[in-house]
């Protein structure tokens, strides 16, 4: 290489290629000599320790990973939502069969109490008075044991005729303490001239516990007129019935 010039803090050059082989410098200067390919424009230095030309954008071999440094907080910023997915086939597989519920309560399927009769022969009885009285208080009745709820249903069916024109009412006597209040149904009012069934239906609520008796009772409005009960092989029996509730 060609003399660079008097001695300065840094000499430079130029040329064409690669720079080789050391620099030509006036004795004792120890500063870096640069030099830039003219071809590439890449510069260079002399390396004065290793008596080498080095590229500038020469790099050293990579070092060891530092260490990992801490993890910062949480965000506390919720991330988008994502969009809504496909809406899947509807399955075919029945689901699974669901636990039974509880039984109810106080209900009977079967009657607590029952009680029918009929003579051997057609018969009727004939009553007429304007207070509730017993239609027959041996046959026409029903006992049974009240349940927890102390709710009934109580059921009568029976056969009748009115002898005239009177209005006539039926209702529930306890053979103990008589006619039960709120029992009174309206039965008929003219007479038909032929026997016909009826069926008369209760809801009792607040029946004390233990055994009651009841009978059917029937009155009239007027006084002097009668009602034939009718029952037999032909008019079918007399039937009462007492539901739980």
Known sequence: MADLGTKIT?????????PS??????????????????TTGYFYYYDLWTAAWVHLSSVGPIGPTGATGETGPASTVPGPTGATG??????????????????GSGGSAAPIGAHTYAHGSDNQLTI?????????MTNYVVTFTA???GNVVV?????????????????????????????SRYLMGE??????????EWYLTGVSSGSHTLALGIKTTSGGHTIQFWDGPNYGAFEFLVYAA
Do not use: H, K, R
């Open 191 to 200: 007479a038909s001239g032929y026997p016909t069934q009826f069926t008369v």
């Open 128 to 136: 007429g008075d304007t207070t509730f009285t017993d239609v027959d």
């Open 10 to 18: 840094c000499y430079f050059a130029m040329f064409a290629g690669v």
């Open 155 to 183: 059921v009568a069916c029976f056969v009748v005729e009115p002898q005239d024109s009177a209005d006539w009412y039926v209702g529930l006597l306890d053979t103990v303490s008589g006619f039960i209040s709120g029992t």
């Open 86 to 103: 496909a809406t899947g086939a509807a399955s075919t597989v029945p689901g699974p069969t669901g636990p039974t519920g509880p039984t």
């Open 147 to 149: 349940p927890a709820s």
């Open 21 to 38: 082989g050391a620099p030509d410098v006036p004795a004792g200067v120890t500063q870096w000599v640069i030099a830039q390919d003219t």
